[in-house]
């Protein structure tokens, strides 16, 4: 089947500099990320060197303080960014989203001296982080949460066992969130812990049913010690620094959810255009033609919801309530639209000769990570109704 280029997406940016920012991102995935994704995933290779490539040109830390090494950049660009790499190869977007989450605790609660010491490795500095809130009994009911850390002089040693990690096991930091005090979501708090700390491991990488270049692990501490230093804000802070991060990661898998809707509406488009039955090109089919339109416009609906939600952080106002939306809406409208794709593809949707399948096994975990979509209902019910009765 020939070639067809897919159009970039036309896209409102603030500034001449975002401008910029998004053709060098669309350079690297189309010269660097996308022609190696097929044959990379399906060998489930992570491809560190890419995110050290990504670290390099600026784009691990976009929307944190140019002071410690950031991009100075409005979500409102950050997330476009994440779109874009999402769209080449979503273990990348996705990577770039999660580190950003991981990155957040400190950013955003952190002392100006632990921000001063640490924030330029994470941000520029090559580093790739995790964020370790899940564990194995504790997925929407994070508060329930079981992992310690006892204090012990100047030390903080931390068990417990945190599961569904991405980047598992290759991270260079963990954001980690342990039980200091009292049960619930008041006894908890937020630490940064060394990649390399003694008493931390990893178990093998889930094997998964897409995403499989994105190593998702078990992470497990068996006494790590961590200096009081590296607890980031208040004991018992940590649930709410926990929330907070959320609200921003939720954009970021909403961005990443639309960037592979639209790599799939491409290949849709560009197969359709070429393929011919009945002596004409699939795409003349009323049918097709419907679907194809539907598919465009919940990407352009969901790109709009997710940009809205990110000009409302912006602006400082609050938006946990549109970014549940966006989280909703964006990774449903994946779902659909890589089902969608395999089917206008037929029967080679169904092969891995084409990477329709493939979008379609990677959008299924966007409704699961970081709050499924149930609980996103819960969240915007509770904003629209109050919280429930007991």
């Given amino acids: 089947m020939p070639d067809r280029a897919p159009q970039p997406v036309d896209r409102q940016l603030p500034t001449d500099e975002a401008r910029d920012l998004i053709s060098l991102v669309r350079d690297i995935a189309q010269r660097e990320i996308a022609p190696g994704a097929a044959e990379e995933e399906d060998a489930g290779r992570f491809p560190r060197e890419l995110f050290t490539l990504l670290s390099e040109s600026g784009l691990l830390g976009l929307p944190y303080d140019a002071e410690y090494g950031g991009g100075d950049q409005p979500y409102e660009v950050y997330l476009q960014v994440l779109e874009e790499l999402a769209a080449a190869r979503l273990t990348v977007g996705l990577g770039v989203s999660v580190h950003t989450l991981a990155s957040y605790a400190l950013a955003a609660y952190g002392a100006k001296e632990q921000q001063a010491e640490h924030l330029p490795a994470m941000l520029g500095g090559g580093l790739l982080g995790a964020y370790c809130l899940s564990e194995p009994g504790s997925g929407s009911d994070a508060a329930s949460l079981r992992t310690k850390a006892v204090r012990d002089g100047d030390d903080w040693v931390i068990t417990g066992t945190k599961a569904w990690i991405t980047h598992g096991g290759i991270a260079d930091f963990y954001t980690v969130m342990a039980r200091t005090g009292e049960e619930g979501p008041r006894g908890i708090t937020a630490f940064l812990v060394p990649g390399d700390a003694e008493g931390l491991s990893a178990a093998a990488p889930e094997k998964k049913m897409g995403m499989k270049g994105s190593p998702t692990a078990q992470v497990h501490l068996d006494g790590v010690r961590v200096p009081d230093s590296r607890r980031i804000g208040e004991e018992g802070q940590g649930f709410a620094i926990a929330l907070s991060a959320l609200d921003g990661g939720r954009l970021g898998i909403a961005a990443c959810a639309i960037g592979l809707a639209q790599a799939a509406l491409d ?70 639209v890589t089902t969608d794709a395999v089917q206008i593809l037929g029967g080679y949707g169904y092969t891995a000769d084409f990477p329709a399948e493939r979008y379609m096994r990677e959008a299924k975990v966007l409704q699961i990570v970081e709050g499924t979509n149930q609980i996103q209902r819960m969240v915007i019910a509770r904003h629209l109704a109050g919280p429930e009765s007991r």
């Fill in 267 to 336: 290949e849709a488009l560009g197969y359709a255009a070429e393929r011919r039955q009945f002596g004409r090109p699939i795409a003349d089919f009323q049918g097709l033609r419907f679907m194809l339109a539907d598919m465009a416009t919940q990407t352009e609906a969901g790109r709009a919801l997710y940009l809205a939600a990110a000009r409302l952080r912006d602006a400082g106002r609050p938006f946990a309530k549109q970014a549940a939306m966006a989280k909703l809406h964006c990774t449903d409208t994946a779902m659909r």
